[in-house]
């Protein structure tokens, strides 16, 4: 059973950069089978795709996000990361992680339980 | 960026009820959509891929229909762990966008 667990920070001051791991548990990133995102989910609000990464290093952002966010992956500890620089109240946010179950229909089948990120000062 | 509106914001219905949520996107989307099921304080549960698709686990009482633009998800007799909100989400082209929700809650 897969199984994804962010961590980070649960409060960012303004103007800096918000920083999330995902650490999966019951599949190898490096496998390569499948592509690892990140979505958002404002107070109340519907939910925002952030991005993805493969294996390979190749990542694709939501272009209105795109110049500020880097998702990455560390296939020697099966976690992914993303960083999201400059942010602002609006940013406020529960993140999740989840896999992308199918490269062509691009559906996410598992979900970490998500962190809430307060952009405050 | 496609737009998903979901149709209705919220709905009342009663145990046992046959519920139907829409969702249409802006433009076509082949049968690229995705249904979720969110309670609240958790993560969304993918309940349909590919429009009609359903995933692993999930009750048989819940079907998906539609392509192009308009779908639907189905709910064929309401039980209370179904009471939740629902997303409907394209997966045809970047950036994925998702719809803002239908709120199903007990009459």
């Known amino acids: 059973q897969v199984q994804l667990q962010e961590s980070g920070p649960g409060l960012v001051k303004p103007s800096q950069t918000l920083s999330l791991t995902c650490t999966v548990s019951g599949g190898s990133l490096k496998s390569g089978d499948y592509y690892w995102t990140w979505i958002r989910q404002h107070p109340g609000k519907a939910l925002e795709w952030i991005g993805y990464?493969?294996?390979?290093?190749?990542?694709f952002q939501n272009p209105s996000l795109k110049s500020r966010v880097t998702i990455s992956m560390d296939t020697s500890k099966n976690q992914f990361s993303l960083k999201l620089s400059s942010v602002t109240a609006a940013d406020t946010a529960v993140y999740y992680c989840?896999?992308?179950?199918?490269?062509?229909?691009?559906?996410?089948?598992?979900w970490g339980q998500g962190t809430l990120v307060t952009v405050s000062s | 960026d496609i737009q998903m509106t979901q149709s209705p914001s919220s709905l009342s219905a009663s145990v046992g009820d046959r519920v139907t949520i829409t969702c249409r996107a802006s433009?076509?989307?082949?049968?690229?959509l995705n249904w979720y099921q969110q309670k609240p304080g958790k993560a969304p549960n993918l309940l349909i891929y590919a429009a009609t698709s359903l995933q692993s686990g999930v009750p048989s009482r819940f079907s998906g229909g539609g392509s192009g633009t308009d779908f639907t998800l189905t709910i064929s007799s309401l039980q209370p762990e179904d009471f939740a909100t629902y997303y409907c989400?394209?997966?045809?082209?970047?950036?994925?966008?998702f719809g803002q929700g239908t709120r199903l809650e007990i009459k």
């Open positions: 989840a896999r992308v179950g199918d490269y062509r229909d691009h559906y996410f089948d598992y």
């Open positions: 989400q394209q997966s045809y082209s970047t950036p994925f966008t």
């Open positions: 433009q076509s989307i082949s049968s690229y």
């Open positions: 990464v493969y294996y390979s290093g190749s990542t």
